[in-house]
């Protein structure tokens, strides 16, 4: 099994890091809120939990037709969706 890519695994630009305009859910302390912005921007909305903070990303980026990233670390991102039209 191949594990994720991470920042610390780039070598260079490529598809597993956030881009700007993407949407990134995050977690930026020990407690159960998440935060949902676009990046490279500051949050745009504190959400209650992870349930309601990875919907409300996904609307957002459907909308932005960007891509929806995941981030306990500000290190470590994952990929949840990819709503971006297919680049020529």
Known sequence: MTRPKTLTDMTG????L????????SNPSATVEHVVSIVPAAPD???????TAVSKAHELA???HVDVWLTEDNRHFLK???YRS???
């Open 13 to 16: 630009p490529g598809e597993m």
């Open 18 to 25: 956030p881009r700007d305009g993407d949407v990134l859910v």
């Open 45 to 51: 909305m504190m959400c209650a939990n992870h349930d």
């Open 62 to 64: 459907k909308n932005r």
């Open 80 to 82: 949840l969706a990819s």
């Open 86 to 88: 297919e680049e020529p």
